[in-house]
């Protein structure tokens, strides 16, 4: 992204006074965009602190305390908007979450203070502990043993320090899962902080470890967020015909999660309010109802969704799922996903279509929609899949499809799917799927991802509503 920071500074200079010889005003073009009242109201500034906000929260996992502090979050900023809001409960479930934590690391006899390891993150059902060991490379009773992978078999260690799994370059640990009830907490440490406690070992001294974990089980349900935005067509409350924009609120690994799936959540909040907001300004409503959907557990909320609302709420037609919808390491560009359903391919078609029409012809610094997009095909792992594999959904050809910057921890290359888009940059007979370096890490911060290329959010929303009045507007 550097290198596309120092372009984007030399290109700025040429657009200026390319605009200043053509003598048009930058702002002459919109103007004469119809459809300008919709997308404008979105605002990339106020998804990035909408993102920090909620991860400030905790990391919002479904029946926990932080995630429902982050399904009032947005309830919240619904009502206010003046849409009607609810809140649907799954039965109760165990949660477990962590509130606070400390780990540090001293060489016993040095003067050097000791070292606070940043990047350490719980792994989930580590039990509340406070302590003090001896750092080992064995398990052995009442030590703190660093370990590149935990939870196999019994240990009498006092805590666990394990450097496995972390991201892809071993910066930033992954939390993994323990067994509920767990005798000794866990925390994932970076591979760079194993290495120098392990440096630390090698030279001779002895590495003292103090630890720290206030964490919470409860027994709560998982709440789910829905809003609806009336269409033209009317209809009785919670009843009418529906097109579903949906996020997972949680944060899937446990860790911070701002791109996974904080920025999903911001994103779809900016298309309600952006929405809202011109329709209040005089833009016409959608011709079918919209709902919005802030899932409290990503998976488990869709799937209870399906079985018990759909279609007692109504008939749904379609659904758009943003997840990792905020930052990409590889590349700046958007993807949409599937395109080898049948079902999908009329909204694909009309997402794509408004990213062509509106790609800025300067490519070299973030504009109001992304220059660079594609399509590609089904890889799992996201909300929209609940709907698509569901019998409603194949038997009636019914969307769903997801907005994206990124997908998973490592770069994609799949094979195009036939008769679709593929890459907006290029023709060629593979996609591209850019990734997050940070995902399911506890480096998925607002300051390694979001506020790094906050226009990701930007572009996931305007693309995704007027995708989606386009291809509302051609129902029946
Ligand atoms: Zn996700």
Same mark, same amino acid.
Not at 254 to 277: F, H, Q, Y
């Given at each position: 992204?550097?290198?596309?920071?120092?372009?984007?500074?030399?290109?700025?200079? %040429?657009?200026?006074?390319?605009?200043?010889?053509?003598?048009? #005003?930058? !702002?002459?073009?919109?103007?004469?965009?119809?459809? !300008?009242?919709?997308?404008?109201?979105?605002?990339?500034?106020?998804? +990035?602190?909408?993102?920090?906000?909620?991860?400030? $929260?905790?990391?919002?996992?479904?029946?926990?305390?932080?995630?429902?502090?982050?399904?009032?979050?947005?309830?919240?900023?619904?009502?206010?908007?003046?849409?009607?809001? *609810?809140?649907?409960?799954?039965?109760?479930?165990?949660?477990?979450?962590?509130?606070?934590?400390?780990?540090?690391?001293?060489?016993?006899?040095? +003067?050097?203070?000791?070292?606070?390891?940043?990047?350490?993150?719980?792994? !989930?059902?580590?039990?509340?502990?406070?302590? #003090?060991?001896?750092?080992?490379?064995?398990?052995?009773?009442?030590?703190?043993?660093?370990?590149?992978?935990?939870?196999?078999?019994? %240990?009498?260690?006092?805590?666990?320090?394990?450097?496995?799994?972390?991201?892809?370059?071993?910066?930033?640990?992954?939390?993994?899962?323990?067994?509920?009830?767990?005798?000794?907490?866990?925390?994932?440490?970076?591979?760079?902080?194993?290495?120098?406690?392990?440096?630390? $070992?090698?030279?001779?001294?002895?590495?003292?470890?103090?630890?720290?974990?206030?964490?919470?089980?409860?027994?709560?349900?998982?709440?789910?967020?829905?809003? *609806?935005?009336?269409?033209?067509?009317?209809?009785?409350?919670?009843?009418?015909?529906?097109?579903?924009?949906?996020?997972?609120?949680?944060?899937?690994?446990?860790?911070?999660?701002?791109?996974?799936?904080?920025?999903?959540?911001?994103?779809?909040?900016?298309?309600?309010?952006?929405?809202?907001?011109?329709?209040?300004?005089?833009?016409?409503?959608?011709?079918?109802?919209?709902?919005?959907?802030?899932?409290?557990?990503?998976?488990?909320?869709?799937?209870?969704?399906?079985?018990?609302?759909?279609?007692?709420?109504?008939?749904?037609?379609?659904?758009?799922?943003?997840? +990792?919808?905020?930052?990409?390491?590889?590349?700046?560009?958007?993807?949409?996903?599937?395109?080898?359903?049948?079902?999908?391919?009329?909204?694909?078609?009309?997402?794509?279509?408004?990213?062509?029409?509106?790609?800025? *012809?300067?490519?070299?610094?973030?504009?109001? &929609?992304?220059?660079? &997009?594609?399509?590609?095909?089904?890889?799992?792992?996201?909300?929209?899949?609940? &709907?698509?594999?569901?019998?409603?959904?194949?038997? *009636?050809?019914?969307?769903?499809?997801?907005?994206?910057?990124?997908?998973?921890?490592?770069?994609?290359?799949?094979?195009?799917?036939?008769?679709?888009?593929?890459?907006?940059?290029?023709?060629?007979?593979?996609?591209?799927?850019?990734?997050?370096?940070?995902?399911?890490?506890?480096?998925?911060?607002?300051?390694?991802?979001?506020?790094?290329?906050?226009?990701?959010?930007?572009?996931?929303?305007?693309?995704?509503?007027?995708?989606?009045?386009?291809?509302?507007?051609?129902?029946?």
């Amino acid at each position: 992204m550097l290198i596309g920071l120092a372009l984007a500074l030399t290109a700025h200079v %040429s657009t200026v006074a390319k605009v200043a010889n053509s003598g048009a #005003s930058p !702002q002459a073009a919109p103007s004469l965009d119809p459809q !300008q009242a919709l997308w404008r109201g979105v605002d990339a500034g106020r998804a +990035q602190r909408r993102v920090r906000e909620l991860v400030a $929260l905790g990391p919002r996992m479904g029946a926990t305390r932080s995630g429902d502090a982050a399904a009032q979050y947005v309830s919240k900023v619904f009502a206010e908007l003046g849409l009607e809001v *609810r809140v649907i409960e799954t039965p109760e479930r165990r949660a477990w979450q962590p509130l606070a934590w400390t780990l540090t690391a001293r060489i016993e006899g040095s +003067q050097e203070p000791a070292r606070k390891l940043e990047r350490a993150w719980p792994w !989930q059902n580590s039990p509340d502990a406070m302590g #003090s060991a001896l750092l080992a490379l064995e398990s052995a009773q009442d030590i703190a043993w660093l370990t590149e992978r935990a939870g196999r078999g019994a %240990s009498t260690a006092a805590v666990l320090l394990a450097s496995r799994p972390t991201n892809s370059d071993g910066t930033w640990p992954i939390p993994g899962r323990l067994r509920e009830g767990a005798a000794q907490p866990c925390f994932g440490i970076a591979k760079t902080e194993a290495e120098l406690l392990r440096g630390w $070992l090698d030279s001779g001294a002895k590495v003292r470890i103090d630890f720290e974990l206030d964490a919470e089980t409860r027994s709560a349900p998982i709440r789910t967020v829905v809003a *609806r935005l009336p269409g033209r067509r009317g209809g009785e409350a919670w009843k009418a015909p529906y097109f579903l924009f949906c996020a997972h609120g949680d944060a899937d690994s446990g860790g911070p999660g701002a791109d996974d799936n904080a920025s999903g959540v911001a994103t779809v909040l900016e298309i309600a309010t952006a929405w809202k907001r011109a329709i209040e300004a005089g833009a016409s409503a959608p011709a079918h109802e919209v709902r919005f959907a802030i899932w409290g557990s990503e998976i488990e909320s869709t799937r209870h969704f399906l079985q018990t609302r759909v279609p007692a709420d109504g008939e749904l037609l379609g659904v758009l799922n943003y997840d +990792q919808s905020g930052f990409g390491s590889g590349a700046d560009q958007v993807n949409i996903e599937p395109d080898d359903l049948p079902g999908n391919v009329a909204l694909v078609n009309a997402l794509v279509a408004v990213m062509r029409e509106r790609a800025p *012809r300067d490519a070299s610094e973030p504009g109001d &929609f992304p220059s660079r &997009f594609a399509t590609n095909k089904s890889l799992g792992g996201t909300d929209s899949y609940v &709907f698509s594999g569901s019998e409603l959904f194949k038997s *009636r050809a019914l969307p769903a499809v997801s907005v994206f910057s990124s997908a998973w921890g490592a770069a994609g290359e799949h094979k195009r799917t036939a008769g679709m888009p593929g890459e907006s940059w290029r023709e060629r007979d593979k996609v591209r799927v850019d990734y997050d370096l940070y995902y399911h890490s506890s480096g998925d911060t607002p300051e390694n991802t979001t506020d790094k290329e906050p226009w990701n959010m930007a572009w996931c929303a305007r693309v995704g509503l007027l995708g989606a009045v386009r291809y509302l507007e051609a129902l029946p």
